[in-house]
């Protein structure tokens, strides 16, 4: 101990000033990396999460010892990228996520001993109403879903029975349009699950504040149920729909999009038409009528022969006889009598358009781009989709198919830069090198200007004996050139003999010394001092009483 504080002392003030300034500037760049040390690599674990079920996650990270950060206001869990398939199998052994909804789990966490009979009716509508909404998302195009029921309860001594009402909230998916089939599925699926709801005391809205399905109505899809602006919507979505599905078969799914206007006739009519055919005679029936007169009374002329005596003798009588016939034909005449009544609305002109995405070509580089679809493929598809519609020219119909780059975001990200500068390597891969490198360079320094000077100082002020041989031999003229032993820069013993002119004649760097001294001498003095103990002695007594004078 008393080596090192005489070797500090021997540094001088000065020196011993810039180490420790060196020394303070050092330590406080160590805690500045250290505060803003570079993190793990974070993924994206799960988005879109509500406060309810990002908190029971977070509690499930924190058990599972698996650091986590938040983003998009809570909205967001991000892991270390090589620890995400861990947090999502040890998430999905709690039941998480949800989907944002508490179902009959609920009822198994309850404490039935103390809960009252409120809490445990209220804890069975929440879960009553997180099953359903779970359900309902398990359909397609449908992102998330929110039930709330109102389950009426009999008052005492009241004869009164109110109904059951519920209201649906649902959130589509990016470009999915919900058809009146999948809402009637929607009211029918709820009304199903609970006790006494009527499916026309469901109401369903959407994301968008659209009114899907009317509380008070008969369900959807049935006659009178909705709108004619309902029902003209409800036949947009379905040809729109039924062609994007078969397109999609061959472009690819979200490669199409189309868009469809229907102009619809809602009036009732009622028409009552009669026809007669002149051609479709039938004979109805026939009647005939004979009748037949005789008389035998002469029919007297007057002449000269009637008026002489005896003028009639020897004459026949005469007499007169009368037959008539009549037949009377009775025919009908073909009549047809038609009544049409007209109750669901007609289509007065359908308008379509169509819009198809391109093809990725690669080019003798190797490089994907994006080129028009030819025009002979455009044709086809407005042949096709004019067949699925039913298309009718009489009618006004039109259909339009163009071709378009769609904006995808898994390509764009596809074709952005791997890293900078061409690399592999992200600016927060960059940054974390940046850091590193800073942090070796420090200690590089540290070694260089602190570390090194200070052991070859406290080396140099270690061989004590080595400076009384110095001073021995310089006062008493003795020193001794070549010399077969060596001195331990280290520790000042001395070392086994060695050939000449090897090792041992090197040069050593002694502390208050100026130049250097040959290794050899140093081991000739040490000898020297060694067999001559009481002169150095005098010696080293007489040095001290010239410095005191």
Do not use: C
Not at 412 to 426: K, R
């Amino acid at each position: 101990m008393n080596g090192l504080l005489d070797g500090l002392r021997a540094l001088g003030p000065a020196r011993l000033a810039a180490m420790a300034l060196v020394a303070v500037t050092l330590f406080g760049l160590l805690v500045v990396l250290a505060n803003h040390s570079p993190t793990e690599k974070m993924a994206l674990l799960y988005a879109e999460l509500d406060g309810r079920e990002a908190a029971q996650m977070v509690d499930a990270l924190d058990r599972q010892q698996i650091p986590y950060q938040l983003g998009a206001n809570g909205t967001q869990i991000l892991v270390p990228a090589d620890k995400v398939s861990q947090a999502r199998i040890s998430l999905a052994r709690d039941g998480l996520p949800s989907g944002g909804s508490i179902g009959y789990e609920l009822l198994d966490r309850a404490d039935s001993l103390t809960a009252t009979q409120a809490q445990q009716r209220m804890a069975e509508q929440r879960a009553l109403e997180g099953e359903i909404a779970r359900t309902i998302r398990t359909m397609n195009g449908i992102k998330a879903a929110r039930v709330h029921l109102v389950l009426p309860r009999r008052e005492p001594f009241s004869l009164d029975q109110q109904d059951a009402q519920a209201s649906v909230m649902v959130s589509t998916a990016r470009g999915v349009r919900l058809d009146q089939e999948t809402v009637a599925a929607i009211v029918n699926l709820t009304s199903g699950a609970v006790r006494g709801l009527r499916a026309k005391n469901v109401s369903v809205v959407d994301s968008n504040g659209a009114v899907l399905a009317r509380a008070g109505v008969a369900a959807p899809g049935t006659s009178g149920a909705t709108s004619p602006d309902d029902i003209r919507r409800a036949a947009e979505a379905r040809l729109s729909r039924a062609v994007e599905e078969m397109l999609e078969r061959s472009l690819g799914a979200g490669r199409v999009r189309v868009e469809a206007s229907v102009a619809m006739d809602f009036e009732r009519v009622q028409e009552t038409q009669e026809k007669y055919d002149p051609d479709g005679q039938v004979v109805r029936s026939t009647q005939t009528t004979t009748d037949t007169s005789k008389t035998s009374e002469s029919n007297p002329t007057i002449s000269v022969q009637n008026n002489l005596p005896n003028a009639d003798a020897g004459s026949a009588a005469t007499g007169s006889q009368n037959a008539k016939q009549e037949e009377t034909t009775n025919y009908e005449i073909g009549k047809t009598v038609r009544t049409v009544l007209r109750d669901q609305p007609q289509i007065k002109k359908i308008s379509l358009a169509v819009m198809v995405d391109g093809i990725d070509e690669k080019g003798a580089d190797g490089v994907s781009k994006w080129q028009e679809r030819p025009a002979a493929d455009l044709a086809k598809i407005a042949k096709l989709v004019q067949s699925a519609i039913g298309y009718d020219a009489a009618r006004g119909d039109r259909v339009e198919v163009v071709t378009m780059r769609f904006s995808n975001p898994i390509d764009a990200a596809a074709e952005a830069p791997a890293g900078l500068f061409g690399t592999s390597l992200d600016k927060a891969d960059l940054m974390r090198l940046g850091q590193t490198g800073l942090l070796a360079a420090a200690g590089l320094i540290a070694l260089l200007v602190v570390v090194r000077p200070t052991v070859n100082r406290l080396v140099a002020l270690g061989a004590p004996e080595a400076t009384a041989s110095v001073g021995f031999a310089t006062a008493g003229g003795a020193l001794a050139a070549g010399g077969a032993m060596g001195v331990d820069a280290a520790t000042g013993l001395g070392l086994l003999a060695g050939p000449a002119g090897g090792e041992l004649d090197a040069m050593v760097t002694l502390a208050k010394v100026d130049g250097q001294l040959r290794a050899s001498s140093l081991r000739r003095m040490s000898e020297l001092v060694e067999q001559h103990p009481d002169q150095t002695l005098s010696i080293i007594r007489g040095w001290i009483q010239r410095e005191a004078n």
